[in-house]
């Protein structure tokens, strides 16, 4: 059985790829090593995140585990996305914007 129920799900994705776009290109090309221009966040469960991603013309996933662990709660996952954005400007050598 799933930890989040689809609506869930559909929130997180929705609320991502809606406010945080270039979020979503920051941490793919983070944890992927690639200069892409274009990410959106597809899918999430309780071990992670998944993005999809062109690079040279094809389509790429990419899986990130969640920096704490598996998640049970649902506040824990906008803790884990900012966690990843963090680590994804600290790679990339960006400055974070403040978390509200």
């Known amino acids: 059985m799933a930890v989040f129920s689809p609506e869930v799900v559909a929130a997180v994705?929705?609320?991502m790829n809606d406010d945080h776009v270039e979020d979503n290109v920051l941490i793919?090309?983070?944890f992927s090593g690639r200069d892409v221009r274009?990410?959106?966040m597809h899918d999430l469960d309780e071990h992670g995140g998944t993005w999809h991603y062109a690079f040279e013309?094809?389509?790429q996933e990419?899986?990130?585990p969640w920096p704490s662990?598996?998640?049970s709660e649902r506040p824990e996952i906008r803790r884990d996305i900012v966690a990843l954005y963090d680590a994804?400007?600290?790679k990339l050598g960006v400055e974070?914007?403040?978390h509200e």
């Open 13 to 15: 994705l929705h609320h």
């Open 28 to 30: 793919v090309q983070a």
């Open 38 to 40: 274009d990410a959106t």
């Open 57 to 59: 013309g094809e389509q």
């Open 62 to 64: 990419l899986h990130i």
């Open 69 to 71: 662990g598996p998640l």
């Open 88 to 90: 994804a400007c600290d």
């Open 96 to 98: 974070p914007r403040p």
